[in-house]
């Protein structure tokens, strides 16, 4: 009984807060985070490169020279300013994609059939950060082709007392920021999608506290004599 008593109290002691974290728990989740962040479409065709923020670009208007121009910069919100239409949001897209956008919008006030091409002449350097329980968390490159597990792989798998239905993307999209939450053993599984991962992403792999109680528990054992010889 008395073992029973000294195991009991460890578990309390230990135990004092560790009820499972609902910090992330109002995130979305299953379906509507896919919806969020959905994964590489294998069908679909090989997807061209996808401007970014800090890319310099290369923007060609047939016929007129003053709203071309060969150094335009990609801010940090994924904009560029064009001359007569302004402001406009590229980041995500590949170059024909920003060219046909940047065209009708020109095409719709100011010219006549406009022939515009965009080109990335310097691309960023594309980086995700792995935060959390991980074995070596860090910033990481990622490509067209990163997904959330082979990002995890970067940062050399979780720990031991990693919370693995609480891995969170985080991602910043036109100035705002958005978060989904996954089952990494869900997603290893084949049974849920393998988001992608993009440039700028964040990823925090959780804390289990069950987990890192049980650990606890076993390494305080010897100190309180609880496993003995009968």
């Known amino acids: 009984m ?6 009991a109290l460890v578990i309390l ?7 499972s974290s609902t910090l992330y728990r109002s995130l979305p989740y299953g379906s509507p985070a896919t919806a969020k962040f959905p994964p590489i479409d294998k069908t679909a065709p090989p ?7 800090g890319d310099q670009l290369a923007l060609s208007v047939f016929g007129e020279p003053e709203i071309s121009g060969d150094k335009i910069l990609v801010d940090e919100a994924g904009n560029i300013q064009v001359p007569l239409i302004g402001q406009v949001q590229i980041m995500n897209l590949s170059p024909s994609e920003a060219s046909t956008l940047i065209a009708n919008r020109l095409g719709a006030r100011y010219l006549r ?10 691309q960023n350097a594309q980086e995700v950060s792995i935060e959390g329980q991980v074995t070596k968390a ?3 490159p990622v490509s067209n082709d990163t997904t959330l597990l082979s990002a995890i792989a970067l940062a050399q798998s979780p720990t031991r007392i990693a919370k693995l239905d609480e891995i969170v993307i985080f991602r910043t999209i036109g100035g ?16 849920d999608p393998d988001p992608r991962i993009l440039g700028g992403d964040v990823v925090v ?9 049980y650990r606890d528990i076993i390494a305080a ?3 309180f004599n609880i496993f003995t010889r009968f």
């Open 2 to 7: 008395r073992h029973a008593a000294t195991i």
């Open 13 to 19: 002691g230990l135990g004092l807060g560790g009820c």
């Open 47 to 53: 997807q061209s490169y996808l401007i970014a923020p």
């Open 113 to 122: 059939d406009p022939k515009v091409t965009v080109n990335v002449m310097t």
């Open 138 to 140: 860090g910033v990481y």
């Open 176 to 191: 705002e920021r958005t978060a989904a939450r996954f089952n990494l053993e869900r997603v290893r599984a084949g049974v």
């Open 205 to 213: 792999v959780g804390f289990s506290q069950g987990k890192s109680l």
């Open 221 to 223: 054992a010897p100190l």
